[in-house]
């Protein structure tokens, strides 16, 4: 049975910073490209960064370059979401994916396994 549990999220003021834990169980985790997202509200499942199998490489949404910092603990089983600089427009649940696909990573639907999310709210 794989599980994605997330964790970390709560309230902070603009500037602050936030780190979110992903933590997977039930799968081969260094096998697995690791992802964050985010969903607002009214709003698509949006991608902020991911990590390949050993953390060499990573890829990252415009949106966030430069303030949000993908690792990944393979040790652990873990993989962490560092948040530096938070905004208002930030505030979303962040969820964490695991996904086996070398391509697409961008798109949710590559994602095989998806934890429940982590709520991330940015106050003005």
């Known amino acids: 049975q794989v599980q994605l549990v997330e964790s970390g999220g709560g309230l902070v003021q603009a500037g602050g910073s936030l780190r979110l834990s992903c933590t997977a169980s039930?799968?081969?985790?260094?096998?697995?490209?690791m992802g964050w997202f985010r969903q607002a509200p009214g709003k698509e499942r949006e991608f902020v960064r991911a990590?390949?199998?050993?953390?060499?490489?990573?890829f990252s949404a415009d949106s966030v370059k430069g303030r949000f910092t993908i690792s990944r603990d393979n040790a652990k089983n873990t993989v962490y979401l560092q948040m530096n600089s938070l905004k208002p427009e930030d505030t979303a649940v962040y969820y964490c994916?695991?996904?086996?696909?070398?391509?697409?990573?961008?798109?949710?639907?590559?994602?095989?396994?998806w934890g429940q999310g982590t709520q991330v709210t940015v106050s003005s």
């Open positions: 994916g695991a996904t086996v696909a070398r391509d697409g990573l961008l798109f949710p639907r590559t994602y095989a396994y």
């Open positions: 039930g799968l081969i985790f260094s096998s697995y490209t």
């Open positions: 990590i390949n199998w050993i953390g060499g490489i990573t």
